[in-house]
């Protein structure tokens, strides 16, 4: 879609004079005004106004400039200055790995990847399309002689000039290899460049009854925006949803956004669920993992230590960046104070407060700026 923009919405600020203080200027003379004369103003307003007025002979103005953006450039200029914060982008977008893949056949190379089927299919046609000549001639001829017998008096002339044909080419027949190196076929393999590594984000979604419409809007608003920026600016990255009340459930972008699945909250499940999840299918040593977590911070209280100790031990120290946003307008919870633990042993780990949907977009500039080296 295409969307308008009024140049009103465009306003930037700039320095003018106060109207206080003592100032001396020179001011260029009229004909028309003296001192102490009233200037009416005009009736209907001169443009700009919103044209509420009665229609009038006097005043002109400018209609608001407006101009159309694409969705296109809207995100670009939505996600400018924005990125994955330490994200191996060396390795990512320019350091590659090869895996040898196969790549149809080849007529030389290591005996080992000798195909024989395939070899001995290319000796058969090159058989045929060699013979094939000879071998046909030679039924006629064969069959001409027969005849030729069959039917006295012989002409022993032709006989013998048909009988010379046949042995000759029964011999080029014959000359004809059964299998030639030219008939040989290898399978192909090539170095076929991958990347070297891949991002992954989580993204872990409280669905608890705790999270009430309004606030889920606003998790989903964050993610939305999330999945934007990440399929708009990377082309080699994953993401993994996970919903947890009681327990955590891995599912896919259809289910994360729109079931109304809800319950309890143990957000250690979440974070249990995770973990396993890396063990399993993201290898540190070739995937950039990070995590964006979204909650109202109401955890049930004896787990908000068990969230923590789970972030020491099997997520901080192979995550590149884990972001926790709280949506409350209330003071924090217990969640919020064992995550501040973490923040201060990992300095890869930020916390921000949503309140409304106006913060929402601002937070996410916060936690995805592009950091200077």
Known sequence: REGQYSARDLSEPVFGHGPGGRREAIHPGNREFVTGDQIARPPGGSGGGSGGGQASNTGEGEDDFVFELSREEFLDLFFEDLELPNLVRTQLAKATEFKSVRAGFTSDGNPGNLDIVRSLKGAMARRMALAGPYTRRLREAEEELQQLLAAPPVDEERAKTLVEEINHLRARARAVPFIDTFDLRYTNRIRQPQPSTQAVMFCVMDVSGSMDRARKDLAKRFFTLLYLFLKRNYEKIEVVFIRHHTVAKEVDEQEFFYSRETGGT????????????????????????????????????????????????????????????????????????????????????????????????????????????
Request: charged share 25%; net charge negative; proline share 6%.
């Open 266 to 373: 143990v957000v250690s499940s979440a974070l249990q669920l995770m973990g396993e999840i890396i063990t399993e299918r993201y290898p540190i040593s070739s995937w950039n993992i990070y995590v964006a977590q979204a909650s109202d911070g109401d955890n049930w209280h004896h787990d908000s230590p068990s969230c923590r100790d789970l972030l020491f031990q099997r997520i901080m120290p192979f995550v590149r960046y884990y972001a926790y946003i709280e949506i409350t307008p209330d003071r924090h919870q217990s969640l919020w104070e064992a995550y501040e633990e973490v923040k201060a042993a990992h300095p890869h780990f930020a916390m921000r407060q949503i309140d409304g949907p106006a913060d929402i977009y601002p937070v996410f500039r916060d936690l995805f700026r592009r950091r200077t080296a």
